[in-house]
């Protein structure tokens, strides 16, 4: 797959390809978007680098697809400026319709053309090419996402996931200096879409190709990204790189975001936490008072009965990988959950000993934002 991915951005038969592009630098500066009396985006300000990837990530409703629509041009915003490589493609006084942009644009509905064949569809970006250079780059694109042999049907006739496969390549075919992604592996099966997701990350970083990905996964944003900007309610809560976020939250929120945590209330005094599983340092960030205190299930071991605090295990749920283990503590009002590779010897009722690494433990104060 990955020497058809070169293909693609090899110059064409005529040579119609530049390789010189632009830089592929973004800024969206303080922009709001509202429709009526809802808020969709609220003061947003983010740069994205020239070859950087940077995911949006958010629940469903957070905002991410509509700033994402509002760099493609498909929407102005309210207020705000949006420049692309230094030109200001929409503030007060200016918009820059889609087309003018030069960038790529890969949206979860797919957006062909129901009229033209798949071949025709990916050709569309390639109009300033004479017409057998053209076709000749779009069937290699297909190529690539395994489509090639479907280059003279129509998009009706392909399964969705091969839509979204013929949007992509769409996309990278006019050799962008910046594509913009909505969910744009979310309708493959998860082996191609782990397979087509690494190779065409790889390819934009190699070409220095920006991208913006949407996606509501933090796996995947872990995946893919150079940096991650969280949004909740309109508005970016933290960004920065995966271990920025992961092992460095700013909120309770963004958290929960990338763990299931076991929550515990306790109190932190004078820098530490005690809890019925031991005390643990606290932040200096955390005022002394009620706190939250947040375990990742990996931060869970299971030891003999006798070593660490006393618990009985009370469930097992064989997942592959690891088992999920279900942990009753005295002292807790709510069992606790491990993730354990091999736990096969745990049985429910079974005594054990329950030791906890402080690395992956957190606290918060209890005004931290909770949903």
Do not use: W
Not at 13 to 36: K, N, T
Request: with cysteine; net charge neutral; glycine share 8%.
């Amino acid at each position: 797959m990955k020497a058809s991915l070169q293909k693609l951005f090899s110059p064409g038969p005529d040579g119609a390809i530049a390789r010189g592009r632009c830089a592929g630098f973004m800024l969206i500066e303080s922009v709001r978007q509202v429709y009526g009396h809802l808020v969709a985006i609220d003061d947003v300000s983010l740069a994205v680098a020239p070859g950087e990837i940077l995911c949006l990530l958010g629940a469903s409703g957070c905002g991410k697809t509509t700033l994402l629509r509002l760099a493609a041009g498909v929407e102005a915003p309210t207020s705000g400026r949006i420049l692309l490589d230094g030109r200001e493609v929409a503030g007060p006084s200016v918009f820059v319709p889609p087309e003018e942009r030069g960038v790529g644009l890969v949206f979860q509905d797919y957006a062909l053309f129901p009229h033209m064949s798949i071949v025709d569809n990916v050709m569309f970006g390639l109009r300033h090419m004479r017409k057998a250079a053209a076709r000749e780059l779009a069937i290699r694109a297909l190529d690539r996402v395994a489509l090639a042999r479907y280059a003279d049907d129509f998009p009706h006739m392909l399964s969705g996931g091969e839509q979204q496969r013929v949007a992509l390549a769409r996309a990278l075919a006019p050799r962008p200096s910046i594509i913009l992604m909505d969910e744009p592996f979310s309708n493959l099966d998860q082996r191609l879409r782990e397979t087509i997701r690494e190779e065409t990350m790889t390819l934009l970083r190699e070409e220095g190709i920006s991208a913006v990905v949407v996606t509501h996964d933090p796996e995947e944003a872990m995946h893919i990204a150079d940096r991650i900007a969280l949004m909740r309610a309109g508005r970016i809560v933290q960004s920065g790189t995966a271990e920025d976020l992961y092992f460095r939250p700013e909120t309770l929120f963004a958290a929960r975001f990338f763990c299931d945590f076991n929550e515990i209330e306790a109190t932190s005094r004078d820098g530490v936490v005690e809890t019925p599983l031991g005390s643990f340092p606290a932040p200096a960030e955390v005022p002394n008072g009620p706190c939250l205190v947040c375990i990742r299930p990996q931060a869970l071991q299971i030891a003999a009965d006798g070593h660490g605090k006393a618990a009985e295990v009370v469930a097992r749920r064989f997942l592959g990988r690891v088992d999920r283990i279900r942990i009753r503590v005295p002292g807790l009002p709510r069992d606790l959950h491990a993730r354990l590779r091999d736990a096969r010897a745990y049985r429910p009722g079974q005594k054990v000993g329950l030791q906890v690494d402080p690395r992956d433990v957190l606290t918060f104060p209890t005004d931290s934002p909770k949903s």
